[in-house]
């Protein structure tokens, strides 16, 4: 793999921010900047060889500086929803930002997804990776401790986009990152990914109220819209009259892994007939999210070449803890120690149908 880098712009306060390119022999290449860690193209054969870019994005940083749906970006301190803004760790109550409503959502007014990070080009395993780094400090949108984070991104010659998280608090947190891509494995340009078929390998997801904060009820899948175990178009079933369903106008939950965090096994699988790209994703994370781009169009979203992204052009596969995990005991424990390290790995792994 190699990597270079070239100059990308700078903020509105002038802070330079370059994008870096990863390539592989295969012919797969990303565009990363470390401007909120956003994975700005993944140009990918499809089954006649033919390279496309099949995430969407945005031409110019301004843009990503902008309010908008974090496409590409890094999500942190905490992925998803926390019920109330609020959480209590070890008898103290946190309140964070309020920034969807009454709830936290990716991490606040100004997540990871809009901060520069240091970047560096490092040895990884023997090949190049790009490695960004942010300390978040103390109270930054209201969580506690500093927290050093580090985010490393690499394409192997397996054709995989491997994306590895790395955290150390001085203070006991609450830690949950992620990625926010939106894929379109026809082309970010082609139209809605309706016809893709999606694969998770769960039984059970988390069920939510209307502002998509879990019950903490953990639901059986089968027989229900929300069954993924066995490989289905998203179209199927994405207006089925389904209670959550129609409170997030399309799939917007969590699904609980049966993964075990064994790195593997396959978390997910998307097929897109059309080009015949394969999209397979591994994960140590318990839990992903499934959004399917339902408000892309609460407000007019100009991408890359001035195309315009309607509800449904990309779907996200978000790997994570479960939302409001830290106002759920029965769910999975997203509190990080002070001096723990917090360590996962996800995998976006293409390939082309048979």
């Given at each position: ?5 070239r100059f ?7 802070t330079?921010v370059?994008?870096f ?5 295969k012919?797969?290449?990303?565009e990363?900047?470390n ?9 990918v054969?499809?089954?006649?060889g ?5 995430v969407l994005g945005?031409?110019k940083?301004?843009d ?6 974090y496409?590409?970006?890094?999500i942190?301190r905490?992925a998803n ?33 809009k901060v520069?990070?240091?970047?560096e080009?490092?040895?990884?395993n023997?090949?190049?990776a ?5 300390r978040?400090k ?11 984070v580090?985010i490393?991104?690499s394409?192997?010659?397996?054709n ?13 947190t609450?830690?949950n990152?992620?990625n ?22 769960a ?7 209307k502002a998509?904060i879990?019950?903490?009820?953990l ?8 069954d ?8 199927q079933?994405i ?5 959550q ?19 593997k096994?396959k978390?997910a699988e ?5 080009s015949?790209?394969v999209?397979e ?13 339902n ?16 509800n ?13 995990s ?9 509190v990080l ?5 917090y360590?996962?790995t ?5 390939s082309?149908i048979?």
């Open positions: 793999m190699s990597i270079t880098k990308y712009g700078n903020t509105a306060d002038g330079a370059d994008i390119t990863l390539k592989n022999s012919g797969i290449t990303a990363i900047t401007f909120g860690g956003v994975i700005v193209s993944l140009m054969p499809d089954k006649n033919k390279v496309e870019d099949i945005f031409d940083l301004a990503y500086e902008k309010k908008g749906p496409l590409g970006a890094a942190g905490y929803r926390i019920g109330g803004a609020a959480f209590e760790l070890n008898g103290i109550q946190y309140k964070v930002d309020n920034n969807e409503g009454e709830n936290h959502l990716h991490g606040g007014f100004k997540g990871f997804d520069v990070w240091q970047a080009v490092v040895n990884n023997g090949t190049e790009l490695e960004l780094t942010y978040s103390e109270g930054e949108g209201g969580y506690p401790g500093n927290l050093d580090k490393t991104y394409i192997t010659e397996d995989e986009l491997r994306i590895d998280y790395h955290a150390v608090s001085d203070k006991d609450v830690v990152l992620t926010h891509s939106y894929f379109n494995l026809s082309g970010h340009n082609s139209g809605d990914i309706l016809g893709h078929k999606v694969m998770l390998n039984d059970k997801f988390t069920p939510t109220d998509s879990p019950t903490g009820e639901a059986d899948v089968k027989g229900t819209p929300m993924f175990t066995i490989m289905k178009p998203v179209e079933d207006h089925a009259d389904f209670q369903i129609q409170n997030t106008k399309g799939f917007d939950h969590n699904w609980v892994l049966n993964t075990n965090g064994n790195l096994e978390a998307v097929v897109d007939e059309n015949g790209r999209m994703v591994y994960t140590t994370k318990p839990g992903v999210q499934l959004y399917t781009g408000f892309l169009e609460e407000s007019p979203v100009v991408g890359k070449g001035g195309y315009v992204y309607r449904h052009s990309g779907l996200c596969l978000e790997t994570q803890y479960f939302p409001d830290p106002n759920k005991n029965n769910f999975p424990s997203a120690k002070a001096g723990d390290e360590k996962h996800t995998i976006y792994k293409f082309v048979d």
